[in-house]
RNA sequence: GCGCCCGUAGCUCAGCUGGAUAGAGCAGCGGUUUCCUAAACCGCAGGCCAGAGGUUCGAAUCCUCUCGGGCGUACCA
């Protein structure tokens, strides 16, 4: 990489300069210049070892670049209070550009991750209801960073941890009793705390086609039964809506096998044997403040069932028992101060710090023409993914959820992207793909053989180094989103590598009658065009051969 | 009250491990097509980076406080 290639310059100027090793050991910074005068790189190592050194920040900058190898270098200079300005020459470029040709679809890739194995578990929305836009930012957010890990060299796998114990299952079992006796056509109102969507009635009918008995009391078989109805019926129907969004699950995890398999009450006795639960008010309690969490917290209720908490850190050792190396869980931002308490539980068992870490995203809001409105199930404002898929198509409602930062709120004028699909960025990364694909279509006899050993003397243009130094930028890009959660700075880089090819192929003829000029130019479309599939590829997002 | 997140162009948002003149898209105005797809390109206009202090050679970025918005603070999940 370009970056590296500069580092290594400057360290061995640095060591040359600093050969007694008088000073301490300072950090030698190199960083993409922002400003194309500024050059291609810049280093502010004089600024920040002037102080040490005893020197002027700019009389330290000459003595370094007296020290620093010629090669591959077209100029250097000392600016503003200090920098030193690298601008490098057009062959560093060229190569450059023939090792991204040469990696092709593995230039994402690095084995930063050693083959470590890291566990996203995102969405786990309650098996009650269809899923909602909120639940559409967490599924493509969880999707992308899965993609990004297993980019940087991690065995992913991606988990839905699915609740089909417990209250909220009682009273879809009911809410769905309930629709069942009434397409009979018998009076049975839904429980008060039920759900009230229409989707229980469509599966109420398929039951009564199937069954053709009224049953008329709720006894443990329909209790069961219903149970098993629902919770298939509509952990199909997530399923479904995962689909159209491109997500896919590794694995589904049901929360009623930790109860059954006696983890939960496995769990409650490690903690014990840490000291880290006691019994107060006929309950037991984690003692989680100690440990870094909000408050300690009920385990055991006092009539003796198990509470959300013991029943997920029952869950979380069985994932440290699965040897994930890390496991990481994409939630709402209201999730918070549960965050704080697994963790203390974490630590009470004795776990590393990092093996479990939250990537925490805010929700999605609807603008209408009355106002903003918040997302709400039970309140009945909320728009379906599905709904929204369909209005959308899958691509642009990726992008959305995956454009703007996790920690802010994203705010969707929906009615604007419904209309405007045309304005959307997607189709302006998308067509600069397939202009890309179109070029090589008609470049006929300039193909080559072997990309990789194209002539590339003629690509000296600044727009086209500019590009190559953008391209190069590629797998940093991919490591920050994915270590620091943030999958937007890969649409976000997408979007400025298709504005960039955009404009040179406006002010740019590629196929010329020069043959060399042409394959050189073709050749670097091969490197834009395969690292923008691979932007696609990690947002999920499809790259069309024509538009 | 306490904890976390956010406050940058008219709108939606990047930039925040401090760096040299704060960016993009949309909306507005004005241009570009005998030529590889105009789903594109160029130009104009638009900002006391919520506010006040502090640290620093240097702050949108770090620290403190204030104001404004969201979320949390259950023997719910």
Sequence with gaps: MLKSFVHSLLKSAWQDFDHNRSSE????????????????FTSNIALTSAAIKGMSPRELAQQIINRLPHEGIKRLEIAGPGFINFFLSDEVFQRALRGIILAGERFSQSSHGNGERVQ????????????TIGHGRQAVLGDVLASLYSAIGYQVSREYYFNDEGEQVNMLTRSLWARYRQVWGEEEPLPEQGYHGEY???IAQNLKERLHKPLPHFDTAAAQLFKEEALSQMIACIKDDLDLLGVQFDNWFSEATLHKSGEVKRALEMLDEKGGIYEADGAIWLAAEKYGGTKDMVLIRSDGRPTYLMVDIAYHINKWNRKFNYVINIQGADHHAQQLNMKAAMRILGYPEDFLTYGLHQFVTVKEQD?????????GRFIELRTMIEDLGKDVVRYFMVARKPESHLELDYALAKQQTMDNPVYYIQYSYTRCASI??????????RWEEVDLSLITQPVELDIICLLDRFPEVVKEAALTFAPHLVAEYALTLAGKFHRYYTDFRILTADQTLTQGRLALLWGVQSVLRQTLQLLGISAPEEM
């Design 371 to 379: 106002g903003v409105k918040k997302m709400s199930t039970r309140a």
């Design 120 to 131: 996203i578990e995102f969405v786990s929305s309650n098996p009650t209801g269809p899923l």
């Design 25 to 40: 050991v300072i950090e030698i910074e190199v960083s993409r210049a922002d400003r194309p005068e500024f050059g291609d």
């Design 440 to 449: 090589f279509r008609n470049a006929g006899k300039f193909i080559p053989q």
């Design 200 to 202: 229980l009635v469509k």
